[in-house]
Nanobody, 115 residues
Framework: QVQLVESGGGLVQAGGSLRLSCAAS????????MSWYRQTPGKQREWVAR???????YYADSVKGRFTISRDDAKNTVYLQMNSLNSEDTGVYYC?????????WGQGTQVTVSS
């Protein structure tokens, strides 16, 4: 079992930046991947970015070039650096960890971008 706790969300003006953190209760080194998702009311949860155990990174087209996912295995933490934010980035951001057939989710952190 792994508990994930997201933090770093908040209110930011369009064009601004935020860095989200996802702290895990145990080592993330053994996880196959760590991902970020986001969700807005009335919409399905949307995949945003992924980082693998080999530190390969993948991004949704909507955030490519603006967001950066990274990991610090010593701190059991994954980050999402978000730059050039716009109103469409508003939502609750969730962290997900995956290992074999197991997946774990955090409780989410709210990001609101004002125009």
């Amino acid at each position: 079992q792994v508990q994930l706790v997201e933090s770093g969300g908040g209110l930011v003006q369009a064009g601004g930046s935020l860095r989200l953190s996802c702290a895990a209760s145990r080592s993330i080194f053994s996880m196959n991947y760590m991902s970020w998702y986001r969700q807005t009311p009335g919409k399905q949860r949307e995949w945003v970015a992924r980082i693998t155990s080999g530190e390969d990174t993948y991004y949704a087209d909507s955030v490519k070039g603006r967001f950066t996912i990274s990991r610090d295995d010593a701190k059991n933490t994954v980050y999402l650096q978000m730059n050039s934010l716009n109103s469409e980035d508003t939502g609750v951001y969730y962290c997900k960890a995956g290992r074999s057939s197991y997946t774990y989710w955090g409780q989410g952190t709210q990001v609101t971008v004002s125009s």
